[in-house]
C-alpha cells in the first residue's frame, strides 16, 4: 500500500514537473524567439497575414483614394494608443511562474494623465528631447504624463537600447499619440492673423482721419495744411492744359508790370518836404532813438548835442543822411546800396519806399 502511494507521488510530481517545463518552454518561445512563433502551432510556423485581393477599374481606384483621404482626415484628429495590443498570456504567467505584464491604461486613467499633461503645460513648451517647438508634427504622450516628438522618442528609444521615459526615467510606459500641440499652434496661428488683420484696419482706419480730421498739434496742423496745399496744387497741374512755362512765364510779366505801375504811383504821390517838415521829421528820429545805421549796424552821430559838440562829432565821424520816410543812414552806406539798385530811383533800405534825403 505504502509503494502505491510512494509511486502515486512520484507520478504527480513528475506530471507537475513536466507541465512546469512545458510552460517555461512555451514562454520562452512566444516571448522571446519570435512573437507570432508558438508551440502550440501544431505546423511551427509564423502566421501571416492574407494578402489583400487587388481591385481593377478606374471607379474603385478613385473610391479608394476618397476613403483613404477620408480614412487620414479622421485618423490626423484621432487619438490612438501606438503600443501594439499585448498578446495574450502564457501558460507560465497563468501558472504564476512568470510575473504578467501590467494591465494597460483604460480612457479614463488616459484621460487624467492627459489632464495632468496640460495642468503641466507639456504641448506649450518645447520638445525635452530635440528642444524644437512642436507645431504641426506628430506629437505622442506618454504614460507619465511626458510629451515627445514621435519621430524623437523613436530615436531616444532605438539609441538607446530600453524603453525608458527621457524625462523621469520610466521603464514600461505606454505611448498615446495625441494633437494638443496642433491644436494649440493652429490657435497661435489664427491670433496672429488676426491681430494682424486688426492692425491693418486700424492703421488704415487711422490714415484716413489723418486725411480727413485737422489735428490739434501746431506741427500737424502745419503738415495737414501743407499736404492739402500740395493736394490741390497737384491737381490743378494735372488738370491744366496749357503749357506751364508759357503759364509761369505770363504770370511773371504781369506781375513785373503791375509793380512798375504801382512805383510810377508811389513817384507821382511823393513830394519834396519842405524846412517844416524836415525839422518835424529830425524830431520823429530823435525821439524814437536811433542810434545805429540799419545797413552797416555802426554808431550814428547823435542829434541832441550841441551845436559846436554836434560839429566837431560830424567832423570824427561819417556824415548822416535823413531821409523824407523818417529812417536815418550813414551818406556812404546809403550811397554804395544806390549805385548796387537797378531802379533809378531806388527805395528805402527799410520801407521800400520812395525818398528825399537831406545831410545833417
Not at 496742423?221 to 512765364?249: G, Y
Not at 566837431?312 to 550813414?330: D, I
Amino acid at each position: 500500500m505504502a509503494s502505491r502511494l510512494q509511486k502515486g507521488m512520484k507520478s504527480k510530481t513528475s506530471s507537475a514537473m513536466v507541465v512546469t517545463a512545458v510552460a517555461f518552454q512555451d514562454h520562452i518561445t512566444r516571448s522571446l524567439l519570435h512573437s507570432n512563433f508558438s508551440l502550440s502551432d501544431p505546423l511551427w510556423r509564423c502566421n501571416r497575414k492574407a494578402p489583400r485581393k487587388q481591385q481593377s477599374g478606374e471607379n474603385v481606384e478613385e473610391e479608394e483614394e476618397e476613403m483613404g483621404f477620408q480614412r487620414q482626415e479622421r485618423q490626423d484628429e484621432r487619438e490612438y494608443v501606438l503600443d501594439p495590443a499585448p498578446s495574450p498570456l502564457t501558460l507560465a504567467q497563468k501558472m504564476g511562474l512568470v510575473a504578467s505584464p501590467a494591465e494597460r491604461l483604460m480612457e479614463a486613467e488616459w484621460t487624467r494623465v492627459k489632464a495632468r499633461s496640460v495642468e503641466q503645460g507639456e504641448s506649450a513648451q518645447p520638445c525635452a528631447i530635440c528642444r524644437e517647438e512642436f507645431r504641426l508634427q506628430p506629437q505622442v504622450l506618454l504614460s507619465c504624463s511626458h510629451v515627445f516628438h514621435k519621430a524623437c522618442l523613436q530615436a531616444f528609444e532605438r539609441f538607446s537600447g530600453r524603453k525608458r521615459c527621457p524625462v523621469c526615467r520610466r521603464e514600461q510606459y505606454e505611448t498615446r499619440v495625441i494633437h494638443d500641440a496642433a491644436r494649440l499652434f493652429r490657435h497661435q496661428c489664427a491670433t496672429r492673423i488676426q491681430a494682424c488683420w486688426r492692425g491693418h484696419v486700424a492703421r488704415k482706419w487711422y490714415r484716413h482721419v489723418r486725411k480727413t480730421i485737422c489735428p490739434k498739434d501746431k506741427r500737424l496742423r502745419r503738415r495737414f495744411f501743407e499736404a492739402k496745399l500740395q493736394e490741390l496744387n497737384d491737381s490743378f497741374v494735372r488738370h491744366c492744359h496749357t503749357n506751364m512755362e508759357a503759364f509761369l512765364s505770363d504770370i511773371d510779366r504781369s506781375l513785373s508790370s503791375s509793380r512798375r505801375v504801382f512805383q510810377q504811383l508811389e513817384r507821382k504821390s511823393v513830394a519834396e518836404p519842405r524846412e517844416n517838415d524836415w525839422d518835424r521829421i529830425q524830431r520823429q528820429v530823435i525821439q524814437r532813438g536811433v542810434l545805429d545805421c540799419p545797413i552797416c549796424l555802426t554808431a550814428l552821430c547823435s542829434q541832441d548835442l550841441p551845436t559846436e559838440a554836434a560839429q566837431s562829432n560830424r567832423q570824427q565821424r561819417r556824415r548822416t543822411v535823413l531821409l523824407s520816410c523818417s529812417h536815418l543812414f550813414h551818406q556812404l552806406c546809403l550811397e554804395a546800396f544806390e549805385s548796387f539798385t537797378a531802379d533809378s530811383r531806388p527805395s528805402c533800405p527799410l520801407c521800400r519806399s520812395v525818398y528825399y534825403k537831406k545831410v545833417i
